[in-house]
């Protein structure tokens, strides 16, 4: 039985959503709709609340009050059409390439096509040489670029990224990149939170910049970049809001 859904899962849209933890209000009344295509990173100081957003975006947390609702829900059985990647990702006491494997399982992946798929995915992302090495023995950047190739094997329509390259060296960030902007070219939307500027002019088309909860600005990355439109942007683009 096909168990894919009769239309795309995006527009994603949030409405007036707020998200409170005992009295703080870290989320507050946010309105925003993502599309399709152009690649959406979310920028702001420490405490703004990009984080918990990406989580309350991928259904890791539910709003305190308003409302987030995808064009196209994911069925219940189906198979999983949007992926969350943390700054930190975990792996099994399995080889590389039975932590693709395993998630094929876990998404309903016929066994005999499971392999495969894995294959494809570590090649992807530059691993398929040491798909039998332990996962736990790789590099923070090895280990970021597996946790793409778990996800990339199952071919969601939207990817969320936390910080994925905050704790590697340039040369593991680069690589890292690589893949995350040939998962765009492949289809995948891609909106991260990163603290790194220079990251967010490679990878972003628009951004997103939160301060103290709300959603202060949403602009093409270009326009920011070299003219902001609020005055909190401004500040933080000058190194005046801490990061």
């Not at 949030?14 to 009295?23: C, R, T």
């Not at 736990?136 to 597996?146: M, P, W």
């Not at 040939?182 to 490679?202: P, S, W, Y």
């Not at 990355?221 to 005046?240: C, V």
């Amino acid at each position: 039985m096909d168990m894919r859904a009769p239309f795309p899962l995006l527009p994603l849209t949030l409405d007036n959503v707020v998200f409170e933890a005992g009295s703080r209000r870290i989320i507050d009344g946010i309105s925003v709709t993502i599309e399709r295509g152009a690649r959406t990173v979310i920028l702001g100081p420490n405490g703004a609340g990009k984080s918990v957003l990406l989580r309350l975006c991928h259904g890791l947390l539910r709003p305190t009050s308003g409302s987030i609702a995808w064009r196209s829900p994911e069925m219940v059985g189906g198979p999983r059409r949007q992926a969350m990647v943390f700054q930190r990702p975990v792996m099994l006491r399995r080889s590389a390439l039975a932590n693709v494997t395993y998630a094929l399982k876990l998404a309903g992946v016929p066994r005999h096509a499971r392999e495969r798929r894995a294959m494809e995915a570590l090649r992807k992302v530059g691993l398929e040489a040491i798909g039998d090495n332990s996962a736990r023995v790789l590099s923070g950047g090895e280990q970021q670029r597996l946790a793409l190739a778990r996800v990339w094997a199952l071919h969601p329509e939207v990817l969320f990224l936390d910080e994925p390259t905050a704790s590697l060296d340039p040369g593991a960030t680069h690589e890292v990149e690589k893949v995350i902007a040939a998962m765009h070219e492949a289809g995948t939307k891609i909106v991260m939170v990163t603290h790194n500027l220079g990251q967010a002019h490679r990878l972003g088309d628009e951004i997103l910049f939160l301060h103290q909860g709300r959603l202060t600005e949403r602009t093409p990355a270009g326009r920011f970049f070299r003219r902001p439109a609020s005055r909190e942007a401004g500040q933080f683009l000058e190194g005046e809001l801490p990061w």
